[in-house]
């Protein structure tokens, strides 16, 4: 069983910042990918960034130069550092782990952008 708990969502002003994280325990092999995905009200849950075991990245064009994901392997922890936020960026972000070809998911922290 693998369990995900995030923290680190909340209201921010267009152009703050935000770090959201997400540790990961339970049964977590070496080989994984974590990340990131989001879904706005009324549309479908879309990629923000993941990371695999070795470091390779993958984020959204929509993020990219503003966004930056990390995870320390050594505490099964992954970290989204959000710049420049819009009120484009607001959404419920869920933390995913991919391993032996199962998908386990956060249960959402909530990214609010607005003056």
């Known amino acids: 069983q693998v369990q995900l708990v995030e923290s680190g969502g909340g209201l921010v002003q267009p152009g703050g910042s935000l770090r959201l994280s997400c540790a990961a325990s339970g049964t977590i092999f070496a080989i994984n990918t974590m990340g990131w995905y989001r879904q706005a009200p009324g549309k479908q849950r879309i990629l923000v960034a993941v990371?695999?075991?070795?470091?390779?990245?993958n984020y959204a064009d929509s993020v990219k130069g503003r966004f930056t994901i990390s995870r320390d392997n050594t505490k099964n922890t992954v970290f989204l550092q959000m710049n420049s936020l819009s009120p484009d960026d607001t959404a419920a972000y869920y933390c995913l782990l991919r391993q032996e070809s199962n998908d386990y998911w956060g249960q959402g922290t909530q990214v609010t952008v607005s003056s």
């Open positions: 990371m695999t075991h070795t470091g390779f990245t």
